[in-house]
C-alpha cells in the first residue's frame, strides 16, 4: 500500500500513486508504444481484425492502469479523509464514487 509523503511545500501529502510512479510511467510508456503501433499499422493498412486485436489489448492496458490508480486513490486519499471525516470525507468519496462511474460506462 502506498504511504503518505510530503510535498516540498510541507502543505499537502503526496499522491497515493507515488510510490509506484516508476511503475505506471513503465506502463504507460508501453501504452504510448502500442498506441504508435497501432498508427503504424492503419498507415500499413492492415487487416481490420488484427487492428481490432491491437486495439482491445490497448484498452485492456489503459484499464488496468486506471483500476491501479483507482485502487490507490481509495488506499490512500479516500482512507485519509474518511479517517479525519466531514466535508473532505463527502468530497473524496464522491470523486471515487464519480470515478468508478466513469470507468464503468467506458
Do not use: F, W
Not at 20 to 41: F, N, S
Not at 44 to 51: A, L, P, R, S, V
Not at 54 to 67: C, N, R
Amino acid at each position: 500500500m502506498a504511504t503518505s509523503t510530503p510535498t516540498p511545500d510541507g502543505d499537502h501529502t503526496a499522491h497515493g500513486y507515488i510510490d509506484d510512479k516508476k511503475k505506471y510511467l513503465a506502463r504507460l510508456k508501453r501504452i504510448e508504444g502500442q498506441a504508435r503501433g497501432l498508427h503504424r499499422m492503419v498507415d500499413e493498412e492492415q487487416y481490420c481484425i488484427d487492428i481490432l486485436t491491437q486495439i482491445s489489448a490497448l484498452t485492456k492496458a489503459l484499464e488496468g492502469v486506471a483500476i491501479g490508480l483507482l485502487d490507490d486513490h481509495l488506499k490512500h486519499c479516500v482512507v485519509n479523509a474518511a479517517k479525519t471525516g466531514g466535508d473532505e470525507a463527502e468530497l473524496k468519496l464522491k470523486e471515487a464514487s464519480d470515478a468508478i462511474a466513469r470507468l464503468v460506462r467506458s
